[in-house]
Nanobody
Framework: VQLQASGGGLVQAGGSLRLSCAASGRTFGTYVMAWFRQAPGREREFVAVISQNGVRTAYTDSVKGRFTISRDGAKNTVHLQMNLLKPEDTAVYYC??????????????WGQGTLVTVSS
């Protein structure tokens, strides 16, 4: 399985971005998908996760009400809609794929990361 993340960029505080992560392979629908982020000098942290069927989601507290994770089974893609962005959201965002619905980093596959920079 390979993951290709895209959609990062520079945005002003209060703006929006939509990240996408395309997965190769035929078994996309059997995997949990998640987004993590890593700011400079900090550890990688959980952002959001979505279940195999897209019914169950979870978010870290700092993004609740602003970010939405979704998946498109037909396109083997997971999205992260990010609204009301804040400077503290600045980080490299990584998508991940695995078999367990978890906020830990115990995922089997990782994308290459896409940089999100939010200016104040």
């Amino acid at each position: 399985v390979q993951l290709q993340a895209s959609g990062g960029g520079l945005v002003q505080a209060g703006g929006s971005l939509r990240l996408s992560c395309a997965a190769s392979g035929r078994t996309f629908g059997t995997y949990v998908m998640a987004w993590f982020r890593q700011a400079p000098g900090r550890e990688r942290e959980f952002v959001a996760v979505i279940s195999q069927n897209g019914v169950r989601t979870a978010y870290t507290d700092s993004v609740k009400g602003r970010f939405t994770i979704s998946r498109d089974g037909a396109k083997n893609t997971v999205h992260l809609q990010m609204n009301l962005l804040k400077p503290e959201d600045t980080a490299v965002y990584y998508c991940a794929l695995g078999g367990v619905f978890t906020a830990t980093t115990l995922y089997d596959y990782w994308g290459q990361g896409t940089l999100v920079t939010v200016s104040s």
